[in-house]
């Protein structure tokens, strides 16, 4: 019923910069909460950021002036601007959005397929 794409991962330098997207579609009638998490090999999936359909957002301490999401809610699309990439940001990171669809009224969490992010010393 809903679909997560997502896209921008890719291979990058430590202080480098990336810029993740990920956009909804098909039987939405809201995308309130929008986000991102990370997992690492071996490790717990975490969020990294999120934003409310309002604009309210939140950062994990990990991330807090290097990394801003945004969204786009006439596209129903998030964004995850990274900036001073280290390796320790290495992950695949996920998109997640809590969605109404037009035949439910609850409102459900939807995933992304994850976009590989990896950052060299």
């Known amino acids: 019923q809903v679909q997560l794409a997502e896209s921008g991962g890719g291979l990058v330098q430590a202080g480098g910069s990336l810029r993740l997207s990920c956009a909804a579609s098909g039987s939405i009638r809201i995308v309130n909460f929008m986000g991102w998490y990370r997992q690492a090999p071996g490790k717990q999936r975490d969020l990294v950021a999120g934003i409310t359909r309002s604009g309210n957002t939140d950062y994990a301490d990990s991330v807090k002036g290097r990394f801003t999401v945004t969204r786009d809610n006439a596209k129903d699309t998030v964004y995850l601007q990274m900036d001073s990439l280290s390796p320790e940001d290495t992950a695949v990171y996920y998109c997640?959005?809590?969605?109404?669809?037009?035949?439910?009224?609850?409102?459900?969490?939807?995933w992304g397929q994850g976009t590989q992010v990896t950052v060299s010393s």
């Open positions: 997640t959005a809590k969605v109404r669809t037009r035949y439910d009224l609850r409102e459900l969490p939807y």
